[in-house]
C-alpha cells in the first residue's frame, strides 16, 4: 500500500501556464484527508514553492523539498540544508564564464547573479524575492562574511549550449557535483549530498516510510534519481523517451491531468 506521493512541479503537476487543475486539487485533498502525504519536490526555491503549497492546502506539517532536494523546510523551518563551497561557486562561475550563459544563486530565500536580463527575468516572475546582483567577487565576500552559500546554482542558457556547459562541468567535476539539466535550457549544479533522490529518502524515513510505500513523480533529468528510488517510478507523459523507459509507469501530460490519473489509478 502506498502512503506518500512525492510530486515534482514543474513539468509534473503544474501545467504550462502554472497552474495546478482543479480535479488534480480535489484529489490531493482528498489523498491527504486519508492520511496519504503529498509532498512537493522541486528545483524551485521556497519562496517559489509555497504558493501553490498554499492553493492545493496541503497540511501545514508537510515537509516541502526545494532547491532540487538541496533545502528542505518543515512548518518553513530547516530540516536540511546543503551547499556549495564558495570555492566552488567562484570556480564554477569561471569556467561558465567563456559560454553565453546567464548563471542565478539560490540560498534558501535569497537569489542572486552577476546581472539581471531576460532569463532571471523570467524567474523572477515565479519569486516573490528581489534578485540581488553584483559580481561573483562581491557576492562571494558577502557570503562569506555571513557564513552563508548557496544551496544550488543554475545555469541559463540555449539548449544547445546547456548540453556544452554539462559536458564541461561535468569533465571538470564528475562525482563531486550533481549537474544535470531541469529542462533543457536550465543546468542545475548542486553539492552531491543534495538531489531529489536523497531528499525523497531523507523526508521518507522521518515519516517511516520505505521506498515500497513511495510513489514519486517527474518530467526531466533531475527527476530521474527519484523516479528509480520509489516504489513506484511514474513519468509523465511529457517526459524525454528516455526517462519514460526508466519509469514504472507513464501516466499522461501535465497540461491533460497526468498527476491525477495516476493517483487515481494507484489509491482507486
Do not use: C
Not at 508537510?62 to 546543503?82: K, M
Not at 528509480?228 to 507513464?250: H, K, L, S
Request: aromatic share 8%; hydrophobic share 45%.
Amino acid at each position: 500500500m502506498y502512503k506518500a506521493v512525492f510530486l515534482d512541479m514543474d513539468g509534473t503537476l503544474l501545467k504550462s501556464d502554472h497552474s495546478v487543475s482543479e480535479p488534480t486539487i480535489a484529489m490531493i485533498r482528498d489523498l491527504t484527508a486519508k492520511g496519504v502525504s503529498v509532498i512537493l519536490v522541486s528545483a524551485r526555491p521556497l519562496n517559489a514553492v509555497l504558493p501553490t503549497f498554499q492553493h492545493i492546502g496541503l497540511p501545514a506539517q508537510t515537509p516541502v523539498i526545494t532547491l532540487n532536494g538541496s533545502y528542505i523546510v518543515e512548518r518553513e523551518q530547516p530540516v536540511f540544508d546543503v551547499r556549495i563551497d564558495l570555492a566552488t561557486t567562484a570556480r564554477v562561475t569561471e569556467l561558465v564564464r567563456p559560454f553565453k550563459a546567464t548563471i542565478a544563486f539560490y540560498l534558501q530565500r535569497e537569489w542572486y547573479a552577476e546581472v539581471s536580463d531576460a532569463w532571471t527575468a523570467h524567474e523572477q516572475r515565479i519569486m516573490d524575492v528581489p534578485l540581488g546582483i553584483a559580481p561573483i567577487g562581491e557576492l562571494i565576500q558577502g557570503w562569506k562574511n555571513r557564513n552563508v552559500a548557496p544551496n544550488k546554482m543554475m545555469v541559463m542558457s540555449e539548449a544547445a549550449n546547456i548540453t556544452g556547459i554539462q559536458q564541461h562541468l561535468r569533465s571538470m567535476y564528475d562525482g563531486q557535483l550533481n549537474i544535470y539539466p531541469s529542462k533543457a535550457t536550465y543546468l542545475e549544479v548542486m553539492d552531491t549530498r543534495g538531489s531529489k533522490a536523497k531528499a525523497v529518502r531523507f523526508v521518507g524515513e522521518r515519516l517511516g516510510l520505505k521506498p515500497a510505500e513511495i510513489i514519486a513523480m517527474g518530467d526531466n533529468y533531475n527527476d530521474v534519481e527519484m523516479i528509480r528510488y520509489a516504489g513506484m517510478g511514474v513519468a509523465m507523459g511529457n517526459a524525454p523517451d528516455d526517462i519514460q523507459e526508466i519509469a514504472d509507469f507513464v501516466t499522461d501530460t501535465n497540461n491533460n491531468d497526468g498527476v491525477r490519473k495516476a493517483m487515481e489509478k494507484f489509491f482507486s
